[in-house]
């Protein structure tokens, strides 16, 4: 979509380099990282949010958290533990209209947020 700073990393107009790429998602180290492992899941379709996924293409949340077990397998921290998150909206604190998962691991992370 134009105009979207994430369609944009997808396109490679914005330089970003990928930890993970498939025919679906692409992944890569979120810019202002808030733990030690922090890399953003991201698919290639624009979608604003978990809220504008069509009901025929939710297979795409499951690819994404399947792409996040293997991460952190390769960042070994599959057995320390690590969390999956998703910002929906406003209130949520959602900055970036193009859906994407946070994987975030390698510190004790705290709850609840703020
Ligand atoms: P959210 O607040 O859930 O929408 O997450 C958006 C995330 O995108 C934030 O953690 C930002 O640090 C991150 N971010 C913004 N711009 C970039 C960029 N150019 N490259 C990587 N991560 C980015
Ligand atoms: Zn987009």
Redesign the pocket.
Known sequence: MKDC?FCK?VEKE?P?DFIFEDDRVVA?N???PQAPTHI?IIPKEHFNSLMDIPDDKLDIISHIHNVARKLAQDRKIDGSGFRVVN?CGKEG????GHL?Y?LLGGRQLAWPPG
Do not use: E
């Open positions: 700073l990393i914005i970003s890569f979120d810019i202002s953003l910002n604190g959602q900055s970036v994407h946070h």
